[in-house]
């Protein structure tokens, strides 16, 4: 089902038109962008290439960023000409990957962010690097290694990556952490959603994206966290731990282990001793043993 929801992207987008990343050179104290009037323009830059034939770029790179953005409040534009307040730059590459059968290839995606105001030049760089899983055997690597890029926590979350630092300097973790937060405020005090509520406007007849990868991107998102170590994850992930969802807790579980703060232990061993499911008891427990053995 995901792969034909995909496709149908893929498909709509021509009509009309290992994880890993990296947030280099941090803002500090020089955010604080908004104007009380009107929305902060952002000018989108972006350069698409691909290996793959024909030399198009199937991946809808251009209108997701623009959903994105709109969707954060942010006034986008592709003219040159127009003022802007910021300029996004992208660079993505489709580049080919290892092969998977004689005649099919993965394929590499390879993304840098930049976020630039124009008066004082980079803000910071993020850079990301998605590939297919080659141990698997895999019918469709080029729709799987996509998804993952639409799951990762720097790009399914830059517009709140954006408006973290124009409206109150937040570097890039600190954006990520504040907006996985205001994610799972909102899973919790959220209603059955239907169809149409997952709609821009009454004009859309496509569905959601953000909405559509808004788990996977959350579980991506906390084991980022926990690879981080930055101790101002620590709040929102120890509420995790009580989340509905089981493999919420799980990832919750093990990027908390990564953490050395006394917090952890007391909130682990609750976990360990409580959690309604065997597989994140294991986990909690497999934590508290790797903290004993340190």
């Not at 890993?20 to 962008?33: F, V, Y």
């Not at 534009?77 to 993505?92: A, N, V």
């Amino acid at each position: 089902m995901t792969r034909v929801f995909l496709l149908a992207l893929i498909c709509f987008v021509e009509l009309s038109v290992a994880f890993s990343a990296r947030a280099d050179a941090p803002a500090s104290g020089e955010g604080s962008l908004t104007a009380a009037s009107r929305p902060l323009i952002v000018y989108l830059d972006v350069a698409s290439s691909t290996w793959r034939s024909r030399g198009r770029v199937s991946f809808g790179i251009v209108p997701t960023l623009r959903m994105k953005l709109v969707s954060a409040g942010f006034d986008v534009t592709q003219d040159p000409e127009r003022p802007r307040d910021l300029i996004l730059r992208i660079d993505y590459r489709e580049e080919r990957g290892r092969p998977i059968t004689i005649d099919l290839a993965g394929t590499e995606i390879h993304c840098t962010m930049v976020l630039d105001q124009p008066s004082k030049g980079p803000v910071w760089t993020i850079r990301i690097h998605e590939s297919p899983s080659y141990a698997e055997l895999v019918s469709a690597p080029y729709v799987e290694v996509v998804e993952k890029f639409q799951a990762n926590p720097y790009f399914y979350f830059i517009g709140d990556l954006i408006r973290g630092w124009s409206d109150f300097s937040f570097d890039p973790t600190e954006a990520l952490i504040q907006a996985l937060a205001r994610q799972v405020e909102q899973k919790r005090n959220s209603r059955g959603t239907t169809e149409l509520d997952t709609l821009l406007s009454p004009a859309e007849t496509f569905p959601d994206l953000d909405l559509h990868f808004a788990d996977t991107a959350q579980e991506n998102t906390v084991e980022e966290l926990g690879r981080l170590r930055d101790m101002r994850a620590l709040d929102v992930l120890q509420q995790l731990l009580s989340d509905a969802d089981r493999r919420t807790r799980l990832r919750a579980v093990r990027a908390i282990g990564e953490f050395d703060a006394p917090s952890v232990e007391p909130a682990v061993m609750r976990v360990a001793q409580a959690d309604v499911d065997a597989e994140v008891r294991e986990a909690a427990s497999a934590v508290l043993a790797k903290r004993v053995a340190r």
